[in-house]
């Protein structure tokens, strides 16, 4: 029995195993999830255009997850400065403590979103959001949030599990510099390549397919004055789907004089789609020999449009011209991609460019062939990617008005390169939403009609160009500088539809007006990205047509739609 005690005497004490964690302790870090609520609370603040709580919620949990990875990161950088291979594990209570200022946090923050919405949406004529929209989009902010931290985790484990491995030839810290810096060019060589060509193959099989559509609503047209009429040099189905609905719409000749209140002649529309040519010079010089077939040279105006992505033209912008003449006009266009505004201006931008220079050119050489006193005035028009193909055959504003008789571009890009030179070289004390440029001798810029007047009692020349561009249009004022630098039209008085109360916070607000591009168009008009009305007096101040009258506007501007998106 001593021998047994002996024994059991000698068997050293086992040591008590540290206390397991928590889970939620063991799956995320304290500092990234303080910074993932903190960035969720600053996307609740109102930025341009209202938002559905889905929508909202899909926007705070994204910004949530960058919070969140921003805060991983700041303490891997410290661990890594210091030489540490761990960071202190906060205590228990201050997770507890956490999670009671985040339930504040986020209560008081859905408070005063609803009231920042409110105004938003007050501002933009759009109907507010039900009581409940707002504590549903508080909750499916967190869903989102860790949906997207758990995607961000298991990206994570595959890189310890590969650096893991590594380490078995090489130090810990080169092999995790290695595998970060292999799986980067992995993923690039992937989006650049295999990727990219799929994707690439995926959207244009989708829209061309979509292209290819064609609506009972808009048979081909009997007239000999419409491109894929009889005659023309175009078939119908060669048009594309907003081709088609182009040269089909447009106001009758019928309805051409009972508004002006004597005979019309019908305005002739050219059109040259994706497949009625190969390569854009060739569907240009199509598109003008097109034109030129039709008696388009010997109309009162010429108007050369430049199309967004998908070959959509602004039936307001068109049809307004088409009235004020009352017929005696043509206006010719092309497509020159199947892809949507926005997917075409990320990947397609240049075909815009290209499109917009050759489009001009073809049609410019047949008028300078005529003699002058002969000579159609000849004016361009477009927006969105349009505004940006539009000003593509011209360097500058001297260059837009020696070879144009006036210019109408709405909703212009940040890369429109005549737009943000006058933007930036601005009037001194005008805004940037809203400038002023050389008195308004030749250019003026407007959100409403009454800004045409800007500034007050100027002369203003011939040529005339107009921007129309909204204060609350996210595709007018989004830039990548907005990341890490304040915008001049937020340091300035605001625009007459944007909040007071939005302010400019990094990395937040280029995410805010990124998303607002997504619904740019769902608000009313003279709003966001959303341009019908306000053409009518654009023109009118544009091109002064004979016996125009501001009474004859106002009656144009109702009758005025736009029912097809970009």
Do not use: C
């Not at 805060?71 to 661990?79: E, H």
């Not at 507010?128 to 508080?138: I, S």
């Not at 099989?205 to 419409?226: H, I």
Request: charged share 20%.
């Amino acid at each position: 029995m001593t021998d047994t005690a002996e024994a059991v005497d000698e068997v050293p004490p086992q040591e008590d195993s540290p206390p397991k964690e928590d889970w939620w302790v063991r799956r995320y870090t304290f500092f990234g999830t303080a910074l993932g609520l903190v960035f969720i609370w600053l996307s609740l603040t109102p930025s341009l255009l209202p938002r559905g709580p889905l929508f909202q919620a899909v926007v705070s949990g994204s910004a949530g997850a960058i919070g969140y990875g921003i805060g991983v990161f700041a303490v891997w950088l410290v661990r890594f400065m210091m030489s540490r291979d761990t960071s202190p594990r906060p205590p228990k209570a201050a997770w507890i403590a956490l999670v009671v200022i985040g339930v504040i946090g986020q209560i008081l923050m859905i408070i005063y979103f609803h009231v920042w919405q409110d105004e938003v949406r007050d501002l933009n004529g759009v109907p507010r959001m039900g009581f409940w929209d707002h504590p549903l989009t508080a909750g499916l902010s967190i869903v989102f949030l860790f949906i997207f931290v758990e995607i961000g985790q298991l990206i994570g484990r595959l890189v310890r599990f590969l650096v893991r491995q590594l380490n078995r030839v090489a130090p810990p810290r080169i092999s995790a510099v290695i595998v970060v810096a292999l799986l980067l060019a992995l993923s690039i060589a992937l989006l650049n390549g295999v990727v990219v060509r799929f994707g690439m193959s995926a959207l244009n099989k989708t829209f061309s397919a979509a292209n290819d559509e064609t609506d009972p609503a808009f048979g081909p047209p009997t007239s000999p004055l419409r491109s894929g009429g009889p005659g023309s040099a175009m078939s119908w189905e060669s048009l594309g789907h907003q081709g088609r609905v182009f040269v089909s719409a447009g106001p009758t000749i019928e309805e051409l004089t009972k508004f002006n209140g004597k005979p019309a002649i019908e305005p002739i529309r050219a059109y040259a789609g994706l497949h009625s040519a190969d390569g854009i010079k060739a569907t240009a010089a199509l598109a003008a020999q097109e034109l030129l077939r039709k008696g388009g040279l010997d109309r009162a105006v010429v108007a050369v449009a430049t199309t967004t992505g998908t070959g959509w033209i602004n039936e307001a912008e068109a049809s307004a011209l088409e009235y004020m003449y009352n017929g005696d006009t043509a206006i010719v266009s092309m497509q020159y991609s199947f892809l949507p505004s926005w997917l075409s201006f990320l990947v397609d931008k240049e075909n815009a460019r290209q499109a917009g220079q050759a489009l001009f050119e073809a049609v410019d050489a047949l008028i300078r062939e005529m003699p002058e006193n002969q000579r159609p005035r000849l004016v361009v028009f477009g927006e969105s990617l349009g505004s940006f193909g539009g000003e593509a055959p011209f360097l500058a504003l001297n260059n837009l008005i020696a070879r144009t008789d006036g210019a109408l571009f709405s909703g212009p890009t940040f890369n429109n390169t005549i737009w943000t030179q006058l933007t930036h070289d601005r009037d001194k004390d005008s805004p940037e939403w809203l400038p002023i440029y050389d008195k308004g001798e030749n250019v003026r810029f407007a959100a409403r009609s009454d800004n045409l007047d800007r500034p007050a009692g100027a002369e203003w020349g011939h040529p005339r160009v107009v921007y129309l561009q909204h204060a609350s249009d996210p595709i007018a004022w989004w830039n990548p500088d907005l990341l890490f630098a304040e915008p001049d039209w937020l340091k300035e008085p605001r625009g007459y539809d944007v909040s007071g109360r939005m302010q400019w916070i990094p990395i937040v607000t280029f995410l805010q007006v990124s998303a607002d591009m997504a619904v740019a168009v769902d608000v009313p008009d003279g709003h966001g990205h959303v341009y019908v009305r306000d053409v009518a007096n654009a023109w009118a101040a544009i091109l002064e047509p004979p016996g125009w009258t501001p009474e004859k506007t106002e009656k144009l501007r109702p009758l005025l739609s736009n029912d097809e998106n970009a």
